[in-house]
């Protein structure tokens, strides 16, 4: 086991692939602490779109709360996270703005349009990581398999 711990990185991946999927559908940051709340202006969005609303942050944002969320493994690493493209402003936040702006001409009415990216402030809502509980998690896992390689 000591010359290919590619199975303990498995059980690894498998837990915290659950851990970031709990955090996420609890609102909870790494911390424990709750999620920051949607804003009314995104409440109004998906009204305005006609789509259901669920007050939850990070519920309703694309695939990442749904199948996003993977672990990838070597012989020598485990990586743990989001492929989604706006996955690191969910947990880092970014403020409005800060990925420029843009503008254009609408293909239905032809009327000019401007904004921002993002078009708003966007809270971070930390859930990639390792909380302690994660850590703990983590090292009886590890635990668990030296034991059971040196029975």
Known sequence: MLDDITSVFQEMGEYMVGSMYDRITAGTALDGSPFAPKSETTMALYRKKGEGIDSRPLIHTGQMSNHGLHYSFTKDTLRFGSSEPYAAVQNFGAAKGAFGAYSGVSKKNGRRYAGSSPWGDI??????????QDEAALLDIVTDALRRTLK
Not at 123 to 132: H, K, Q
């Open 123 to 132: 809270p971070a809502r930390p859930f990639v990581g390792l909380s302690e």
